[in-house]
């Protein structure tokens, strides 16, 4: 199970800094994604973590602004994200995959819930 937490309402070239917990097994293996997903939209890669050789990638989109990151020990990942955009706003998920170099939502078998982020303008 993946719990995400920190999703909040921020003003446009603010910062919100998204957690993702690992509940009942350690991340170490996995390639851990962040997704999100807008109204009326598909779902989209965000950023992913390879926890084994802690290789990242980041969609175009967010590249230099926002920041993946992971604390083995307490399996946990973290999106930091800066400079936010009314683009950014959509509920936003992680989601774990056994694959390196996962990249799209059916590479990723575990899902949590999902955190809004609404950036305004």
């Known amino acids: 199970q993946l719990v995400e937490s920190g999703g909040d309402l921020v003003q446009a070239g603010g910062s919100l800094r998204l957690s993702c917990a690992a509940v009942?097994?350690?991340?170490?293996?996995?390639?851990i994604g962040w997704f999100r997903q807008a109204p009326g939209k598909e779902r989209e890669a965000v950023s992913y973590?390879?926890?084994?050789?802690?290789?990242?990638r980041y969609a175009d989109s967010v590249q230099g602004r926002f920041l993946i990151s992971s604390d083995i020990a307490k399996d946990v990942v973290y999106l930091q994200m800066n400079s936010l955009k009314p683009e950014d706003t959509a509920v936003y998920f992680c989601?774990?995959?056994?694959?390196?170099?996962?990249?799209?939502?059916?590479?990723?078998?575990?899902w949590g819930q999902g955190t809004q982020v609404t950036v305004s303008s």
């Open positions: 989601a774990a995959s056994l694959w390196a170099g996962s990249w799209y939502v059916d590479e990723y078998r575990t």
């Open positions: 009942g097994f350690s991340i170490n293996d996995f390639v």
């Open positions: 973590i390879s926890n084994s050789d802690g290789s990242t």
